[in-house]
């Protein structure tokens, strides 16, 4: 509602009308985009050529470097209540003010695929991580499925297959050292929200945040575990390294989030001077 100054002139009617027009054309711009249906991920298909396509696809809508993604401010992506499989190296950069909806599983492995062997690296030969948001404004990644205002109900579902990076317990860590995916790393992320979500047993640190400023991370919860086990015994202590999450930033406000893992809940990191810029 538009709040017309004390004494100033009531506009006119003709430009009312105008005012509402232009907001409808300016909403008619906003789009809700069902990333099955509309962009062609195919779900309920664990083969590692179908989850090499869905990364693809979704990199081919998510991806801004170039400015050629279909997204505008104020559209919405959507994953649907199924499971779709994808390979390392999801890329969410350069978007502002765009909502990702997970209300079904986003599964990063299978049994059936040779990992690690098979999982991607980047130019420099690093591991690339599950997801990683880059430079956005004003992005949030919440679910339907949540309840308002509140930790309970379901939520949407990253896993991250993490049993396979573990390795044998006792010697996994000599085999893999700390050459792992983080299940989300943020970084140069200002105004973003992460709410709703279940990160489930990340390979390595479960979500990452580096010079991101004013995010907020609730009603987000982290199960991190070999078994059901509730305790930490050898065996769940084998799966290492499985920060809940590293923040560093200004303005980070964590809260109403459950975390159960095998190593630090919450860790405050420096901010490096190479990060300071």
């Known amino acids: 509602m538009v709040h017309w100054p004390f004494r100033s002139r009531m506009p006119s009617a003709a430009f009312i009308v105008a005012l509402m027009l232009?907001?409808?054309?300016?909403?008619?711009?906003?789009?809700?985009?069902?990333?099955?249906?509309?962009?062609?991920?195919?779900?309920?298909?664990?083969?590692?050529?179908?989850?090499?396509?869905?990364?693809?696809?979704?990199?081919?809508?998510?991806?801004n470097t170039t400015g050629l993604s279909p997204l505008t401010p104020g559209d919405t992506v959507v994953i649907p209540n199924t499971t779709i499989h994808f390979i390392g190296g999801i890329r969410i950069y350069h978007l502002t003010n765009v909502t990702m909806i997970i209300d079904g599983t986003m599964h990063f492995g299978s049994d059936?695929?040779?990992?690690?062997?098979?999982?991607p690296t980047d130019s420099s030969g690093e591991i690339e991580d599950c997801i990683r948001i880059e430079n956005v404004l004003d992005f949030t990644i919440t679910s339907s499925l949540g309840t308002h205002e509140s930790n309970a109900g379901y939520k949407g579902v990253l896993d991250g297959w993490g049993h396979r990076w573990w390795g044998v317990p006792?010697?996994?860590?000599?085999v893999h050292g700390e050459r792992r995916p983080k299940l989300i790393q943020m970084k140069s992320c200002n105004n973003s929200v992460v709410e709703h979500i279940l990160l489930k047993n990340s390979p390595y640190?479960?979500?990452?945040?580096?010079?991101?400023?004013?995010?907020?991370?609730r009603y987000t919860?982290?199960?991190v575990r070999r078994t059901r086990y509730d305790g930490h015994d050898r065996i769940d202590m084998s799966a290492f390294n499985t920060d809940g999450f590293d923040v560093s930033g200004e303005y980070v406000h964590i809260h109403d989030c459950d975390i159960w893992n095998q190593d630090d809940c919450i860790a405050v990191k420096e901010v490096r001077a190479s990060e300071s810029d």
């Open 170 to 174: 006792g010697i996994g860590y000599l």
């Open 22 to 63: 232009a907001e409808v054309v300016f909403q008619g711009h906003a789009r809700v985009v069902d990333l099955v249906n509309d962009a062609g991920l195919v779900a309920e298909d664990d083969s590692f050529d179908t989850a090499t396509a869905n990364t693809v696809i979704l990199n081919n809508t998510l991806y």
């Open 221 to 223: 919860n982290v199960d």
């Open 112 to 119: 059936a695929w040779d990992l690690p062997h098979v999982w």
């Open 205 to 217: 640190w479960t979500l990452s945040t580096q010079k991101s400023d004013h995010v907020t991370i």
